[in-house]
């Protein structure tokens, strides 16, 4: 049996969560301690804290980790079932926003039930989602000046705007997403970085439709997992592009061929992002392509990849 490396005094939570994991799905438990084993104890960190913040979330319920795991392990084996189907055929399940929207974003059962939950477990489970929220902090994070205007479009768990405030202490936030859950969740995952001095606005709308742009001007646009998830990505970025001036930098992550139950545009390789990047208007100053699977290479085509860039503009 796999066990995870020794100090589970100084990471309670975080143990507790990994042992449910082991209970409940010990091949998933197992994948989580093999993948990337060097960074291991640095996941395990992130694990901790986030897991003290859903502590807090779910109000210190004794059943909480259980139920969190649980919507951890369904949204892993919705993956890789997706993933095996896009393999086969060649296809997304959904091709739409209004199909996205209303069978998950506008879904209780899905938005407001395990998805968000899970994917906050995704950031330290999943080896990729943590190299990427590494490159966030000190590639994208660090680059802000002391007291940012920050646009999120798709403000999803509220881990990005938690680690926004919590490195800079006066903040002006706005964040735009289609799912009421997804604002709820981020206000409540959030509201413990909050201060007076910061300024955090929501806005429940489509990055596609109509929304207010932010009034000013901006030092920092976050675009998380966005791009695969709507029907015309090269148009979004055209139209954050005009909201940018030459300080702007903006970081924004995505996928290559990786099935989720909410994906409808479909990246075949790495170089098609790219292009699509700078053909509307944005240049890329550092990128990240992940892999998912350990044998692939960033150049290969149909290969489910994560990647993550900081853009600034052309």
Same mark, same amino acid.
């Given at each position: 049996?796999?066990?995870?490396?020794?100090?589970?005094?100084?990471?309670?939570?975080?143990?507790?969560?990994? #042992?449910?994991?082991?209970?409940?799905?010990?091949?998933?438990?197992?994948?989580?301690?093999?993948?990337?084993?060097?960074?291991?104890?640095?996941?395990?960190?992130?694990?901790?804290?986030?897991?003290?913040?859903?502590?807090?979330?779910?109000?210190?319920?004794?059943?909480?980790?259980?139920?969190?795991?649980?919507?951890?392990?369904?949204?892993?084996i919705e993956f890789l079932r997706l993933q095996q189907?896009?393999?086969? #055929?060649?296809?997304?399940?959904?091709?739409?926003?209004?199909?996205?929207? +209303?069978? $998950?974003?506008?879904? +209780?059962? $899905?938005?407001?039930?395990?998805?968000?939950?899970?994917?906050?477990?995704?950031?330290?489970?999943?080896?990729?989602?943590?190299?990427?929220?590494?490159?966030?902090?000190?590639?994208?994070?660090?680059?802000?000046?002391?007291?940012?205007?920050?646009?999120?479009?798709?403000?999803? #768990?509220?881990?990005?705007?938690?680690?926004?405030? #919590?490195?800079?202490?006066?903040?002006?936030?706005?964040?735009?997403?289609?799912?009421?859950?997804?604002?709820?969740?981020?206000? *409540?995952?959030?509201?413990?970085?909050?201060?007076?001095?910061?300024?955090?606005?929501?806005?429940?709308?489509?990055?596609?439709?109509?929304?207010?742009?932010?009034?000013?001007?901006?030092?920092?646009?976050?675009?998380? +997992?966005?791009?695969?998830?709507?029907?015309?990505?090269?148009?979004?970025?055209?139209?954050?592009?005009?909201?940018?001036?030459?300080? *702007?930098?903006?970081?924004?992550? *995505?996928?290559?061929?990786?099935?989720?139950?909410?994906?409808?545009?479909?990246?075949?390789? $790495?170089?098609?992002?790219?292009?699509?990047?700078?053909?509307?208007?944005?240049?890329?100053?550092?990128?990240?392509?992940?892999?998912?699977?350990? *044998?692939?290479?960033?150049?290969? $085509?149909?290969?489910?990849?994560?990647?993550?860039?900081?853009?600034?503009?052309?």
């Amino acid at each position: 049996m796999t066990s995870a490396p020794t100090g589970q005094h100084q990471t309670p939570v975080a143990h507790a969560i990994l #042992t449910s994991l082991q209970q409940q799905m010990p091949f998933l438990h197992k994948a989580a301690l093999e993948s990337d084993p060097h960074s291991f104890d640095e996941r395990l960190a992130v694990l901790e804290t986030t897991g003290r913040r859903l502590q807090f979330i779910f109000d210190d319920d004794r059943l909480w980790i259980d139920g969190v795991v649980k919507s951890y392990i369904h949204l892993s084996i919705e993956f890789l079932r997706l993933q095996q189907q896009l393999e086969k #055929t060649g296809r997304y399940l959904l091709s739409s926003e209004h199909e996205a929207a +209303e069978q $998950v974003y506008h879904n +209780e059962d $899905v938005f407001g039930a395990y998805y968000l939950p899970g994917l906050l477990l995704t950031e330290a489970l999943w080896p990729n989602h943590f190299k990427l929220n590494h490159a966030f902090k000190t590639a994208f994070l660090s680059q802000l000046p002391a007291s940012p205007s920050v646009l999120e479009v798709g403000v999803g #768990t509220g881990y990005h705007l938690s680690q926004l405030l #919590t490195t800079h202490e006066r903040v002006n936030y706005e964040g735009i997403d289609i799912s009421q859950f997804a604002i709820d969740f981020c206000k *409540t995952f959030a509201a413990p970085d909050l201060d007076a001095r910061s300024s955090v606005d929501f806005q429940l709308a489509s990055i596609t439709g109509d929304y207010r742009p932010p009034a000013a001007k901006l030092d920092g646009i976050i675009m998380g +997992e966005v791009l695969e998830h709507i029907e015309t990505p090269g148009q979004v970025l055209e139209d954050l592009r005009e909201l940018a001036d030459g300080q *702007t930098k903006m970081f924004i992550t *995505t996928v290559v061929f990786a099935a989720n139950i909410d994906h409808i545009f479909m990246f075949e390789k $790495v170089n098609d992002i790219r292009k699509l990047v700078m053909a509307s208007g944005w240049r890329i100053e550092n990128d990240w392509p992940l892999p998912i699977y350990p *044998t692939d290479t960033p150049d290969m $085509v149909k290969r489910p990849m994560n990647y993550g860039a900081l853009l600034s503009k052309a």
